[in-house]
């Protein structure tokens, strides 16, 4: 992979997480008022399997 590749994919993160508060602010709002609610270990459950099926979606794409 090079750089170009790496910014590219960076910046369709961005633009992927920019699309909720953008579309919709009241329903992005009410999402990280109960995301607050969480306890940690819920929220890092979360984390985990974004980060399996991310890498996940690499290796089949990849």
Known sequence: MDTDT????????????G?????TPSG?????EQIL????GQIRFFGLCSIAIGLLLL???G
């Open 59 to 61: 290796f089949l794409l």
């Open 28 to 32: 992005w709002r009410r999402m990280f």
């Open 37 to 40: 609610k969480l306890h940690d």
């Open 19 to 23: 699309l909720m508060p953008f579309v």
């Open 6 to 17: 790496f910014w590219q994919a960076l910046a369709l993160v961005l633009v992927i997480e």
